[in-house]
């Protein structure tokens, strides 16, 4: 199987666990994307859900693809958010963000009861950092930000690069108006430690570790799918 069918697969076994009636977190990125086609097909034969996007371009989609959407000020308590995820590690603690909408992804996540990650077996790490660690900032005070949380890592004993993430030649910006700062400092070996020091640095808006929050991940792979849940 290509990696896109294997990706429709493990979004068609998320499916499953989508009951009529439910408020849901849809998520953003490719297999994101895939799971929004199939929901979509049972939303056409008559099921009932009521969708919070985690960015305008898979809210664009499913207005495309007629699923009916709401947001968080009118349903601000959702019972299961399905979204994808650039790394899983085997606690179920992801990197996010390779798309731009960890923010959004976050909130919305957090907002669910319940947070099912939906990949490909490529997806599987044994720990996080391989995929650059995406940092969302704000873009007042950039450079101070920069060297704040360059200087977070080196005190944790990381060395990398932190680059600006650029599309076009100038500034990406997320849909909240922010840039994000990309990590590329392999291993992360305490993923808590390095999130509270993030976090602690007034211009970092937020960072694509997700730890926790997971409570299943469906991973499609050459032997079929495998259902995981979090540890605990």
Known sequence: MSQDELKTAAARAALAHVEDGMKLGIGTGSTAEAFVHLLAEKVGDGMRVLGVP??????????????????????????LCIDGADEID??????????????????????SAKMIVIADESKLVDSLGGFALPIEVNPFGL?????????????????????????????FETDGGHYILDASFGHIS?????????????????????IGMASLAVVAGSGGIRELPARG
């Open 54 to 79: 985690t960015s305008e371009r898979t809210a664009r989609l499913c207005l495309e693809l007629g699923v009916p959407l709401t947001s968080l000020n009118e349903e601000p308590e959702l019972d």
């Open 143 to 171: 450079e101070a930000t920069r060297l704040h949380v360059q200087g977070a890592y080196r005190d944790l004993g990381y060395s990398g690069e932190l680059r600006l993430r650029v599309r076009s030649g100038e500034a």
């Open 190 to 210: 305490n993923p808590k430690a390095l999130s509270d020091a993030l976090h602690a640095i007034p211009g970092v808006v937020e960072h694509g570790m997700f």
């Open 90 to 111: 085997p606690a179920l603690n992801l990197t996010k963000g390779g798309g731009g909408a960890l923010l959004r992804e976050k909130i919305v996540a957090y907002a």
